[in-house]
């Protein structure tokens, strides 16, 4: 589709991080710290568990994408744009495993396009890396860099200095952050810095930024009075 005459990039107006006991089922609370949810708003969400499980999106949410390794750290991305009011999103999934989750509440993005993705990177170093994000066209992006890890973590350096957030549960930690970039067509975050070796998997999001009001094209008149 044609991306010209767009507005500046996306912005993170609010986030939040929440880790859950083990269950099939998990709530996030939307109210806890993304503020006043206006309509229009986009909501994404980054959700991690371990041991080869599938994920099943909140009602009402889109499922971008999920990510499944060898190395049984699996990941998931939800979107939604909101009606306003919004106060939590439930997510399951298919075995009773802890889950930790990122949300991050989006203003002046162009909801028609579902952000770009990265190939996911998986590992088991102390270095999670999301790899390269290539959306297709050059456009002033917001960028997310989001991980989870198994075991508990903590996170002591992150590719980017915008948005740091992170929780750790019992068995499960996310890690994100972002950057917003005028005129790019790619980009590579680089690594995190966690303390322990568990299995990890990280990925790289695109947020596309919204369209620019349109030019009228009405030609001036003139009212002569006699």
């Excluded at 929440?18 to 710290?33: I, K, M, N, P, Y």
């Excluded at 041991?51 to 009602?59: K, R």
């Amino acid at each position: 589709r044609d991306h010209e005459a767009r507005m500046t990039a996306p912005t993170v107006a609010a986030d939040d991080a929440q880790a859950f006991a083990a269950g099939t089922t998990h709530v996030f609370d939307l109210t806890a710290g993304l503020g006043t949810i206006s309509a229009g708003d986009f909501l994404l969400m980054f959700v991690g568990a371990a041991d080869g499980v599938t994920f099943t999106e909140p009602s009402g949410w889109t499922e971008l994408t999920e990510y499944h390794t060898a190395n049984a750290a699996e990941a998931a991305v939800f979107y939604l744009v909101a009606a306003g009011g919004e106060t939590s999103a439930s997510f399951d999934i298919s075995a009773s495993e802890t889950a930790a989750a990122i949300v991050w509440r989006i203003t002046g993005n162009d909801a028609a396009d579902a952000p770009a993705t990265s190939t996911a990177v998986q590992g088991g170093t102390t270095a999670p890396d999301s790899g390269l994000c290539t959306p297709g066209t050059t456009e002033d992006f917001l960028y997310i860099s989001a991980f989870f890890t198994r075991g508990s973590n903590t996170i002591s350096a992150y590719p980017y200095a915008d948005g740091n957030i992170t929780v750790a549960g019992t068995l499960a930690t996310v890690g994100g952050c972002w950057t917003q970039t005028t005129g790019s067509s790619s980009e590579d975050p680089g690594a995190y810095t966690k303390s322990g070796t568990q299995d990890w998997i990280a990925v790289t999001l695109g947020i596309f930024p919204g369209a620019a009001a349109a030019a009228s094209n009405a030609v001036p008149s003139i009212l002569l009075n006699y």
